[in-house]
């Protein structure tokens, strides 16, 4: 079993931040890469940010120099500050992971955190 939990959802009007934060729990061997992705209403799910194993970290077109993925190796967290929030970026954001199990690869998701930019 393997448990991504998030934090740091909420409410925030349009130019401010949040802070996502996300923890990986269970049974694995080690995590390949780290990330999040959200969903809108009506749309698909979309990779915002993801951090591989050496802490590279790779950005949508629309968040890049807003955004801001980190990734604590050791602790197996990934966070992710997001500054000039839009209305846009309201969504479900949920954290991701690539890891490796007793029983092989595995891709896992946390039940996602609500943010909600007003305009």
């Known amino acids: 079993q393997v448990q991504l939990v998030e934090s740091g959802g909420g409410l925030v009007q349009a130019g401010g931040s949040l802070r996502l934060s996300c923890a990986a729990s269970?049974?694995?061997?080690?995590?390949?890469?780290m990330g999040w992705y959200r969903q809108a209403p009506g749309k698909q799910r979309e990779l915002v940010a993801s951090a591989s194993g050496s802490g590279r970290p790779d950005y949508a077109d629309s968040v890049k120099d807003r955004f801001t993925i980190s990734r604590d190796i050791l602790k197996n967290t990934v966070s992710l500050q997001m500054n000039s929030l839009k209305p846009e970026d309201t969504a479900v954001y949920y954290c991701?992971?690539?890891?490796?199990?007793?029983?092989?690869?595995?891709?896992?998701w946390g039940q996602g955190t609500q943010v909600t930019v007003s305009s």
């Open positions: 269970g049974n694995f061997f080690t995590i390949n890469t």
């Open positions: 991701n992971a690539d890891l490796y199990t007793f029983n092989g690869r595995k891709n896992s």
